[in-house]
């Protein structure tokens, strides 16, 4: 009976940590044509997707600390309430404005779902093999979500309007919160400390400039005054956050935390892999719609060996990181991942789908055996009391990489593209239409659409030649930089991650088990 109701439990939280991951690259395979019916500009079309990871990954800290104080139980469902609210609003805003600000609150209500999903967990499950069994297939389900949110968009874009993906978001949240109000347990720790704001304020505030900078640092210029004061107010009010911290009594996070070699090898391991994994997505998603000329649910199904390759990797990984330690499945993961990155560096117009899908299993494969082992180490570091904000330190570094990833990414990949651009594209191009054409691939095709319209065939070949070539060498580039971030990832975790981490002992809760209703 106990066996059937951790089950039940397992099913719950880990259909809702899917639906929250699935909303982080879902709208990748919608960009082309909310370009087209918002009118959205290349910056617009990267807050969109950046909206929903920054204030997910500001606010987990704060959520998690009120699941552990307040119940998680409680946290979880606010937290899908307004996820579900602010996806049905999503689905209808006419504007790219509203559609950002509907990402955020999304971002915020899915702040209070991640950690909690994760600390229930590790206070049902509290035997090691249990808890790597849950989060395995936890972690399973947070890669496949990333990767098979452009599988589900664009399966939806293919039979309706782009505001469909947002609606079937809404109704899949409400219908998993009817299971989790009836099955899962409530647990939290009386003990944990009021909210620290100031902490909470700083830490948004700092990430939001950084991320700012490095989305508007390819319109601005890297070296224009804009980019660098938004990188130094930034990181000044990071360092502020950090002194906050260590000064207080009960601080939001125990930055002490991260002077452990071993913890910080773990999280750095989780965020770079999802820094290179959003970031990754974040191009191939356009270079099969545009490049290759998948239609939305052609190139949703072409990321399958992706998705299914995490989902395996994800469970193997963390049944291994029991049997033979975390450091070896972790190091093994990471270089298979920047193997497989460095591979897709090498992708042409040409390049058959049977080599894409060999790629696309080495980076699944690589991406699994590294993020479940990785977060089972972390947890396995912190009491069950503080799992809530053991789960949002966790989830706030894989957020805030998933975040950066796309900011750095296709911030580089952007300037990568203009500059060749603006050294290439002809001269007879001026106004608008030598602006769409150096903003992206998708305004420069456009334009060459409508110089063939025009009867100029040759120049629209011309033009479209010269876009999707700058377009490989930009997705060269942020390849490239995605695999040396997991390469250096990979040298971290093996000479800074233990072989097997450090457990807390604990009892499982009894009221992690008891009743479901709180």
């Given at each position: 009976?106990?066996?059937?109701?951790?089950?039940?439990?397992?099913?719950?939280?880990?259909?809702?940590?899917?639906?929250?991951?699935?909303?982080?690259?879902?709208?990748?395979?919608?960009?082309?044509?909310?370009?087209?019916?918002?009118?959205?500009?290349?910056?617009?079309?990267?807050?969109?997707?950046?909206?929903?990871?920054?204030?997910?990954?500001?606010?987990?800290?704060?959520?998690?600390?009120?699941?552990?104080?307040?119940?998680?139980?409680?946290?979880?469902?606010?937290?899908?309430?307004?996820?579900?609210?602010?996806?049905?609003?999503?689905?209808?805003v006419?504007?790219?404005?509203?559609?950002?600000?509907?990402?955020?609150?999304?971002?915020?209500?899915?702040?209070?779902?991640l950690?909690?999903?994760?600390?229930?967990?590790?206070?049902?499950?509290?035997?090691?093999?249990?808890?790597?069994?849950?989060i395995?297939?936890w972690?399973?389900?947070t890669?496949?979500?990333?990767?098979?949110?452009?599988?589900?968009?664009?399966w939806l874009?293919?039979?309706?309007w782009?505001?469909?993906?947002?609606?079937?978001?809404?109704?899949?949240?409400?219908v998993?919160?009817?299971?989790?109000?009836?099955?899962v347990?409530?647990?939290?720790?009386?003990?944990?400390?009021?909210?620290d704001?100031?902490?909470?304020?700083?830490?948004?505030?700092?990430?939001?400039?950084?991320?700012?900078?490095?989305?508007?640092?390819?319109?601005w210029?890297w070296?224009?005054?804009p980019?660098?004061?938004?990188?130094?107010?930034?990181?000044?009010?990071?360092?502020?956050?950090?002194?906050?911290?260590?000064?207080?009594?009960?601080?939001?996070?125990?930055?002490?935390?991260?002077?452990?070699?071993?913890?910080?090898?773990?999280?750095?391991?989780?965020?770079?892999?999802?820094?290179?994994?959003?970031?990754?997505?974040?191009?191939?998603?356009?270079?099969?719609?545009?490049?290759?000329?998948?239609?939305?649910?052609?190139?949703?199904?072409?990321?399958?060996?992706?998705?299914?390759?995490?989902g395996v990797?994800?469970?193997?990984?963390?049944?291994?990181?029991?049997?033979?330690?975390?450091?070896?499945?972790?190091?093994?993961g990471?270089?298979?991942?920047?193997?497989?990155?460095?591979?897709?560096?090498l992708?042409?117009?040409?390049?058959?789908?049977?080599?894409?899908?060999?790629?696309?299993?080495?980076?699944?494969?690589?991406f699994g055996?590294?993020?479940?082992?990785?977060?089972?180490?972390?947890?396995?570091?912190v009491?069950?009391?503080?799992?809530?904000?053991?789960?949002?330190?966790?989830?706030?570094?894989?957020?805030?990489?998933?975040?950066?990833?796309?900011?750095?990414?296709?911030?580089?990949?952007?300037?990568?593209?203009?500059?060749?651009?603006?050294?290439?594209?002809?001269?007879?191009?001026h106004g608008?239409?030598?602006?769409?054409?150096?903003?992206?691939?998708?305004?420069?095709?456009?334009?060459?659409?409508?110089?063939?319209?025009?009867?100029?065939?040759e120049?629209?070949?011309?033009?479209?030649?010269?876009?999707?070539?700058?377009?490989?060498?930009?997705?060269?580039?942020?390849?490239?930089?995605?695999?040396?971030?997991?390469f250096?990832?990979?040298?971290?975790a093996?000479?800074l991650?233990?072989?097997?981490?450090?457990?807390?002992?604990s009892?499982?809760?009894?009221?992690?088990?008891?009743?479901?209703?709180?």
């Amino acid at each position: 009976m106990r066996k059937n109701r951790e089950n039940v439990i397992l099913l719950a939280l880990v259909a809702t940590a899917y639906i929250v991951t699935v909303e982080i690259t879902i709208m990748n395979v919608a960009l082309p044509t909310l370009s087209r019916d918002l009118s959205a500009t290349t910056t617009e079309l990267q807050w969109v997707v950046d909206a929903y990871n920054l204030f997910l990954g500001a606010g987990v800290l704060a959520a998690g600390s009120l699941g552990d104080r307040q119940g998680r139980k409680g946290a979880l469902l606010i937290g899908m309430g307004i996820l579900a609210s602010a996806s049905l609003v999503g689905g209808y805003v006419d504007t790219s404005d509203g559609l950002i600000i509907a990402r955020a609150v999304m971002g915020l209500g899915s702040a209070f779902i991640l950690p909690t999903t994760l600390s229930i967990l590790a206070n049902v499950f509290t035997e090691r093999r249990a808890r790597a069994r849950a989060i395995g297939l936890w972690g399973a389900s947070t890669g496949l979500g990333v990767a098979s949110g452009p599988i589900v968009g664009g399966w939806l874009l293919g039979r309706y309007w782009w505001g469909s993906i947002f609606v079937f978001l809404a109704v899949s949240t409400a219908v998993v919160a009817i299971l989790v109000m009836f099955f899962v347990p409530t647990s939290r720790d009386p003990k944990t400390p009021p909210i620290d704001w100031r902490g909470l304020s700083l830490s948004s505030l700092g990430i939001g400039i950084l991320v700012l900078g490095i989305i508007e640092a390819p319109q601005w210029g890297w070296e224009a005054i804009p980019t660098i004061a938004c990188f130094a107010i930034g990181a000044l009010v990071v360092l502020m956050f950090i002194a906050v911290q260590r000064r207080i009594k009960d601080p939001m996070l125990d930055v002490s935390l991260f002077s452990d070699m071993r913890y910080t090898a773990a999280t750095s391991s989780v965020a770079i892999s999802f820094f290179a994994l959003n970031g990754f997505i974040f191009l191939i998603t356009q270079y099969m719609q545009l490049v290759k000329n998948y239609n939305p649910l052609s190139m949703g199904l072409r990321l399958l060996p992706l998705a299914f390759s995490i989902g395996v990797a994800s469970i193997v990984g963390a049944w291994l990181a029991v049997r033979i330690g975390n450091k070896v499945v972790v190091t093994l993961g990471l270089l298979l991942f920047a193997a497989g990155l460095a591979w897709a560096a090498l992708n042409t117009a040409g390049t058959p789908f049977s080599t894409m899908i060999a790629i696309e299993t080495a980076l699944g494969l690589g991406f699994g055996l590294t993020s479940s082992p990785a977060t089972e180490a972390i947890m396995g570091t912190v009491s069950k009391e503080k799992a809530g904000v053991g789960a949002a330190v966790t989830d706030a570094t894989r957020l805030c990489g998933a975040t950066l990833g796309v900011a750095v990414i296709g911030s580089m990949a952007s300037s990568l593209y203009y500059n060749r651009m603006n050294s290439t594209l002809s001269a007879e191009l001026h106004g608008s239409a030598a602006s769409d054409a150096t903003g992206s691939l998708g305004g420069a095709l456009k334009q060459a659409r409508s110089i063939s319209a025009g009867g100029d065939l040759e120049a629209a070949r011309q033009l479209s030649e010269t876009a999707t070539a700058a377009f490989l060498h930009s997705m060269k580039g942020g390849s490239l930089l995605a695999a040396g971030a997991v390469f250096v990832a990979a040298l971290i975790a093996w000479f800074l991650l233990p072989a097997r981490p450090r457990v807390h002992n604990s009892a499982p809760d009894p009221a992690a088990l008891g009743h479901a209703v709180e």
